[in-house]
Nanobody, 115 residues
Framework: QVQVVESGGGSVQAGGSLRLSCAASGSIVRVNAMSWYRQAPGKQRELVAGITRSYTTDYGDSVKGRFIISRDNAKDTVYLQMNNLEPEDTGVYYC?????????WGQGTQVIVSS
């Protein structure tokens, strides 16, 4: 059974920081690209950041310079360091992991940023 499990969400004041983690497991094929998406209330899900197995990164425009994505291939885990958080960063953050040519979603973790 493939599992993609996020953790680290919570509530913070604007200007604060959070670090999200996502562990992928349960596949006989290796984990390739991993990424973070978020969905704010009443909005569509959007890409926050992505990282390949060789550590190439990509960021959504709204988080560039504030968020850093990283990964530990030995643990099949991806992290999202979120700094200088803003109220508009509020939403449910979802991890997506690519196994071979397929991808799987985590259950999401809530992030709330108050002004």
């Amino acid at each position: 059974q493939v599992q993609v499990v996020e953790s680290g969400g919570g509530s913070v004041q604007a200007g604060g920081s959070l670090r999200l983690s996502c562990a992928a497991s349960g596949s006989i094929v290796r984990v390739n690209a991993m990424s973070w998406y978020r969905q704010a209330p009443g909005k569509q899900r959007e890409l926050v950041a992505g990282i390949t197995r060789s550590y190439t990164t990509d960021y959504g425009d709204s988080v560039k310079g504030r968020f850093i994505i990283s990964r530990d291939n030995a643990k099949d885990t991806v992290y999202l360091q979120m700094n200088n958080l803003e109220p508009e960063d509020t939403g449910v953050y979802y991890c997506r992991a690519v196994f071979g040519s397929s991808y799987y979603w985590g259950q999401g973790t809530q992030v709330i940023v108050s002004s």
